[in-house]
């Protein structure tokens, strides 16, 4: 007897998260503050820097940690669990959804369900960050850019699961890390601090490396990444046919992993390199290119030549 969709559906859990399908009152305020003090913190950087307390110590400490949650977004919340751009061997996987955790942008479930939904009506209703929701003048464009930046993870109805990412709900490994998000929060909250205090032997070392490698780390990276929502669909070259907005921004590519790239992403969206043409740089790709050399990934989805030179504008028929 064939298997229907719906007897599928009720092999898979609820839902891969503590919270389910509606945001209530409390994910709200408790994202509301981890939005707001390490944006505080940002702000304060300068004269913290200013007043001497910035260490060496404080630096590696904040890079490392922007590096491990960069590239568990990246490399892992994108270019595998979104767009399977790669298979990876077990524990790779899980590694890679534990980093993407650390960056605090969610569980990993929740995650890929947004972005799937995001391409499949970007830049169109339906589109949960889109910057182009509310018109085309200046004043809308920038309200929606506001929108497309952060003010999306407020909507209280949150993209389902179940609809968006049965695959990941299938997969043990992934279910448990989404619903230990807590876990992996508090540990890339307390990790810059112990480190901190550890390297120089004082409170004083776990403050400032708390400051700079956890709230200035935090906020920089959550600002870096829905920075591709708003700027990468807004401003920027478009050398690739898309059906959206979407477009490349030069000056975001390091500190993004060369996720702002972004325009032949959505042109060709499993592939594993987003910056393909000269003087692109993008490190997550080459990241995934050593995970191949180690034998620890394989069916790499590399950039097909034909494939680019049929999406490229300049090779369209006048």
Not at 15 to 29: C, K, V
Not at 42 to 62: E, K, N, Q
Not at 176 to 201: A, C, N
Not at 280 to 285: E, I, K, P, R, Y
Request: one cysteine or more.
């Amino acid at each position: 007897m064939t298997t229907t969709a719906s007897n599928r559906d009720t092999d898979l859990p609820e839902r891969a998260t503590l919270g389910g399908d509606e945001q209530s009152m409390l994910e709200q305020i408790t994202l509301a503050l981890f939005i707001l003090v390490p944006f505080i913190a940002i702000v304060a950087a300068v004269p913290v820097a200013w007043g001497g307390w910035l260490g060496w110590s404080d630096v590696i400490i904040a890079v490392t940690m922007y590096s491990i949650g960069l590239f568990g977004i990246t490399v892992g919340y994108h270019r595998l669990f979104t767009h399977k751009s790669f298979k990876p061997n077990r524990p790779l996987k899980v590694a890679l959804a534990i980093a993407g955790s650390m960056a605090i942008q969610g569980p990993v479930v929740r995650w890929v369900a947004d972005h799937r939904k995001h391409h499949k009506f970007s830049d169109r209703d339906g589109d949960p960050h889109s910057p182009w929701k509310y018109g085309t003048s200046i004043g809308a464009v920038a309200k929606g850019m506001f929108h497309a930046h952060m003010m999306w993870l407020f909507d209280e109805e949150q993209t389902p699961q179940r609809k968006y990412a049965p695959d990941l709900m299938k997969d043990p490994d992934i279910v448990r890390v989404s619903r230990l998000f807590w876990l992996w929060t508090l540990i890339s909250l307390l990790v810059p601090p112990v480190l901190g205090g550890l390297v120089t032997w004082s409170w004083q070392g776990a403050a400032t490396a708390f400051f700079w490698g956890t709230l200035v780390r935090v906020g920089l990276l959550h600002h870096v990444t829905w920075s591709i929502n708003s700027i990468c669909h807004t401003i920027g070259e478009r050398p690739f046919l898309s059906r959206d907005k979407s477009s490349n921004v030069w000056w975001l590519a390091i500190p993004s992993g060369g996720e702002s790239w972004h325009n032949l992403h959505h042109a060709d969206p499993t592939c594993a390199r987003h910056g393909v043409l000269r003087g692109q740089l993008d490190s997550s790709a080459r990241l995934i290119w050593v995970f191949e050399k180690l034998g620890w990934v394989k069916d790499v989805r590399w950039p097909v030549a034909e494939r680019l030179d049929a999406k490229l504008k300049a090779n369209q028929p006048a």
